[in-house]
Structure formats: structure tokens, C-alpha cells
């Protein structure tokens, strides 16, 4: 009875001690202060290049190689896509709902008309669909977190 009741006390002292610690991913974090995934999306431009620390509840996971996560900002409706280079960092799809800290480097991109286009050719002749160059209505500009680095708790 006294060693059950001794593994069982060891027990949740070692789940105190480790929760919170999250799992590491990429090369982990190393920025303290968190910004605003709002503050981002308010003003894209002023944070183009600079290496950021954002967390929140994932949203979503990339399905098919695990490469990118979506992120709850601090106000509704507004998301932050972490992308991370295809067989770096994978995310499990069980990482959903979950919380996040994630790093990298903020990146604002317009991309025109005309490589929109070439862009849907690619990708439909990839997945032999059909794609429709009338479909693109005008420039479509892309923010994100190109990932380092996560912690998901």
C-alpha cells in the first residue's frame, strides 16, 4: 500500500513539474516578449522582416505534410499563418487546439496578377484540376510567420 501510495505521489509531482513545458519544435523559441498577432495584422508593413515571437490557440494544421499551422490572434476573426520549409518542422495534425508559441521572421508579399495566374497553372497541372485565369480578380497580397521555431503546449 505505502509503494502505491509513493509511485502516485511521484507521479503527479513529475506531471506538475513538466506541465506547462510544451513540446519544442524547429529550434524551439528564444524570444521573450510576444507580439500581438493584432498589433501585426494592423499594421503588416512596420514588422516586414523583423523576427517575432506570436502565440495563441492553433486553429489549424497543414494535412498534408504538417508545414504550416494557423493561429488564433487576441482578436476575433483575425488568424496568423506559420509556415515552416516542407520536411523541417512537422506539425501533428493533433495539435489543433492547442497552444502555441511560435518564431520567425514576418513576411509581407504582393504578388500580381500575372503570377497568380502562373502560380494556379502550376498548382492545377500538380493536381490535374482545372483552373480558370478569370477566377484571379486582382493582386492578393500574403502575410506570415516564416517558422523557426514553436513550443505547443
Same mark, same amino acid.
Given at each position: 500500500?505505502?509503494?502505491?501510495?509513493?509511485?502516485?505521489?511521484?507521479?503527479?509531482?513529475?506531471?506538475?513539474?513538466?506541465?506547462?513545458?510544451?513540446?519544442?519544435?524547429?529550434?524551439?523559441?528564444?524570444?521573450?516578449?510576444?507580439?500581438?498577432?493584432?498589433?501585426?495584422?494592423?499594421?503588416?508593413?512596420?514588422?516586414?522582416?523583423?523576427?517575432?515571437?506570436?502565440?495563441?490557440?492553433?486553429?489549424?494544421?497543414?494535412?498534408?505534410? =504538417?508545414?504550416?499551422?494557423?493561429?488564433?490572434?487576441? $482578436? /476575433? !476573426?483575425?488568424?496568423?499563418?506559420? #509556415?515552416?520549409?516542407?520536411? +523541417? %518542422?512537422?506539425?501533428?495534425?493533433?495539435?489543433?487546439?492547442?497552444?502555441?508559441?511560435?518564431?520567425?521572421?514576418?513576411?509581407?508579399?504582393?504578388?500580381?496578377?500575372?503570377?497568380?495566374?502562373?502560380? =494556379?497553372?502550376?498548382?492545377?497541372?500538380?493536381?490535374? $484540376? /482545372? !483552373?480558370?485565369?478569370?477566377?484571379? #480578380?486582382?493582386?492578393?497580397? +500574403? %502575410?506570415?510567420?516564416?517558422?523557426?521555431?514553436?513550443?505547443?503546449?
Amino acid at each position: 500500500m505505502r509503494s502505491s501510495l509513493l509511485i502516485l505521489i511521484v507521479i503527479f509531482f513529475v506531471q506538475i513539474m513538466s506541465a506547462g513545458n510544451g513540446k519544442n519544435y524547429g529550434k524551439g523559441v528564444t524570444l521573450k516578449d510576444a507580439t500581438k498577432i493584432s498589433d501585426i495584422l494592423a499594421k503588416p508593413e512596420e514588422y516586414n522582416g523583423k523576427r517575432l515571437l506570436v502565440e495563441g490557440n492553433i486553429i489549424d494544421v497543414c494535412k498534408e505534410r =504538417g508545414c504550416w499551422i494557423k493561429i488564433a490572434s487576441d $482578436k /476575433e !476573426f483575425e488568424v496568423m499563418l506559420f #509556415k515552416v520549409d516542407d520536411g +523541417v %518542422i512537422t506539425f501533428p495534425l493533433d495539435a489543433k487546439g492547442k497552444h502555441a508559441k511560435a518564431e520567425g521572421i514576418f513576411s509581407v508579399k504582393t504578388f500580381s496578377v500575372e503570377q497568380l495566374i502562373e502560380s =494556379g497553372k502550376k498548382h492545377a497541372e500538380k493536381e490535374k $484540376k /482545372e !483552373f480558370d485565369p478569370a477566377s484571379i #480578380k486582382g493582386p492578393k497580397t +500574403v %502575410i506570415m510567420l516564416k517558422g523557426e521555431g514553436a513550443v505547443i503546449d
